[in-house]
């Protein structure tokens, strides 16, 4: 069992909705990471978290967008998104931000109509 | 720039063979390489971090060498079976970025 938990694992939605992915960890980590993946692909870093701050923006689009509420919280908002959006999202954890080994969810996997 | 290459890209093999997977890295300025396993669908399963003073890491029939100076790591796995099949990516700590490789898809069969 995956110590960060990823809701929902599946999503469909159109390219005019908003709709949130959702992440939790509950390992006392102060780092947390979304990270995109496609098909047959490595994941791809898209934001990172650090004390609840937003520390790495790898210049992903605007109608992606993060929240860290709590230090076990990370979410991420999304609007008007676009088919070649589609992937699984990942979230992950780590003690601190950095050089430390990162713990993964199991995915949203993410489909836009 | 870091760029982290996987071979081969895919391995099929009977079950019980003794398997080696290459990760090869362009910049050998690293913190640490972390192997990881995923399974179709799924999200990514840690299996062994390598700091950069050490040389290798070993869990069960696994076992992972780092070779900083010539930008390389391989995983070993001992024994293969069927329950190994899976993605498995090397990842590099670069600065404040894990970098990942291009995998490496494994097939085991009975």
């Known amino acids: 069992d995956t110590e960060v938990t990823q809701t929902p694992k599946h999503l469909v939605m159109g390219m005019t909705n908003k709709k949130s992915l959702k992440c939790e960890q509950h390992?006392?980590?102060?780092?947390m990471y979304w990270y995109k993946q496609k098909a047959k692909k490595p994941p791809e870093l898209m934001f990172v978290?650090?004390?609840?701050?937003?520390?790495i923006n790898e210049s992903v689009p605007s109608r992606f967008s993060p929240e860290c509420p709590n230090s076990s919280l990370l979410n991420l908002h999304l609007h008007a998104l676009q088919p070649e959006d589609s992937a699984l999202y990942l979230c992950?954890?780590?003690?601190?931000?950095?050089?430390?080994?990162?713990?993964f969810g199991d995915g949203t996997r993410l489909s836009i109509l | 720039k870091q760029e982290v290459t996987q071979i081969p890209a895919a391995l099929s093999v009977p079950e019980g063979e003794n398997l080696v997977l290459n990760c090869s890295f362009t910049?050998?300025?690293?913190?640490?390489l972390q192997w990881f396993r995923q399974d179709p669908g799924k999200g990514l399963t840690s299996l062994l971090l390598?700091?950069?003073?050490?040389r290798e890491q070993t869990s069960g029939r696994l076992n992972a060498s780092l070779d900083k100076s010539s930008g390389r790591s391989t995983l070993y796995i001992a024994a293969s079976q069927p329950g190994d099949s899976a993605t498995y990516l090397c990842?590099?700590?670069?600065?404040?970025?894990?970098?990942f490789g291009t995998g490496t898809r494994l097939q085991v069969f009975p």
């Open positions: 992950a954890s780590s003690p601190r931000e950095g050089n430390q080994p990162q713990h």
């Open positions: 390992m006392g980590h102060r780092a």
């Open positions: 978290y650090s004390y609840e701050k937003l520390s």
């Open positions: 910049d050998s300025a690293i913190y640490n």
């Open positions: 390598i700091q950069s003073s050490q």
């Open positions: 990842a590099v700590h670069n600065t404040d970025k894990l970098i």
